[in-house]
């Protein structure tokens, strides 16, 4: 890991000052292709996904050196999933062998989705305070759990994935406000907003269909 972050030591220089903390240049490239990952995401192109993946490796680098190890571990597996995801949107088939579509979750989809995360949210925090020296164990595990749900949901193409996107928005913006990434605060907070077009566009959708 050590030799990783050397080898990106370049891209941890400053390239700008927002609201008096310095930007890596790390931070800046990864925020402009995760903004450009969500537009093509609300837009169902499959080209978001390449995107996605770049953006997760960057992120994961920038949030291991802050010691949110969860958040970080979190951008390897976005990583990975992308390029299931990926495959979903190009080649994934529903229940009924169609090629897959927005659709809403099922009642019980919806309670599986709950329960998976009410298991999966402390058990994560647990692993992080009794493994890592992360100081912010139930925050960090929270969006951490709830993220990995948001990123099976949106490879499906369920339109809830966007309400799990919003709450994993709001919270990760109060942490990273709390680790003094700035840029990722603005980034965040876009994020929210883009999630709520996300939802209602999907939604659209989903009823058009």
Same mark, same amino acid.
């Given at each position: 890991?050590?030799?990783?972050?050397?080898?990106?030591?370049?891209?941890?220089?400053?390239?700008?000052?927002?609201?008096?903390?310095?930007?890596?240049?790390?931070?800046? *490239?990864?925020?402009?292709?995760?903004?450009?990952?969500?537009? $093509?995401?609300?837009?169902?192109?499959?080209?978001?996904?390449?995107?996605?993946?770049?953006?997760?490796?960057? +992120?994961? &680098?920038?949030?291991?050196?802050?010691?949110? +190890?969860?958040?970080?571990?979190?951008? $390897?597996?976005?990583?990975?999933?992308?390029?299931?995801?990926?495959?979903?949107?190009?080649?994934?088939?529903?229940?009924?062998?169609? &090629?897959?579509? *927005?659709?809403?979750?099922?009642?019980?989809?919806?309670?599986?989705?709950?329960?998976?995360?009410?298991?999966?949210?402390?058990?994560?925090?647990?692993? $992080?305070?009794? +493994?890592?020296?992360?100081?912010?164990?139930?925050?960090?595990?929270?969006?951490?759990? &709830?993220?990995?749900?948001?990123?099976?949901?949106?490879?499906?193409? +369920?339109?809830?994935?966007?309400?799990?996107?919003?709450?994993?928005?709001?919270?990760?913006?109060?942490?990273?406000?709390?680790?003094?990434? $700035?840029?990722?605060?603005?980034?965040?907070?876009?994020?929210?907003?883009?999630?709520?077009?996300?939802?209602?566009?999907?939604?659209?959708?989903?009823?058009?269909?």
């Amino acid at each position: 890991m050590n030799a990783l972050l050397a080898a990106l030591e370049p891209l941890f220089a400053p390239a700008a000052t927002v609201w008096g903390a310095p930007v890596t240049w790390l931070e800046l *490239v990864a925020f402009v292709l995760a903004i450009a990952m969500v537009i $093509l995401n609300i837009r169902v192109n499959p080209l978001g996904w390449p995107l996605a993946i770049t953006s997760s490796l960057l +992120y994961f &680098a920038l949030f291991w050196s802050h010691r949110l +190890y969860g958040d970080a571990s979190l951008q $390897l597996f976005f990583a990975t999933v992308c390029l299931w995801g990926w495959w979903q949107w190009l080649r994934g088939t529903d229940a009924a062998g169609a &090629a897959l579509r *927005v659709r809403r979750l099922t009642p019980s989809g919806r309670w599986i989705v709950l329960a998976v995360f009410a298991v999966a949210w402390p058990a994560t925090g647990l692993f $992080l305070r009794s +493994y890592t020296d992360t100081d912010v164990p139930w925050w960090d595990a929270f969006p951490t759990a &709830a993220s990995v749900i948001g990123q099976w949901l949106l490879g499906r193409k +369920y339109v809830e994935n966007w309400a799990v996107w919003i709450i994993v928005n709001v919270v990760s913006v109060t942490l990273f406000a709390y680790k003094g990434l $700035l840029l990722t605060v603005l980034l965040y907070a876009v994020f929210v907003a883009m999630s709520v077009f996300g939802w209602r566009a999907w939604a659209r959708l989903a009823v058009a269909r």
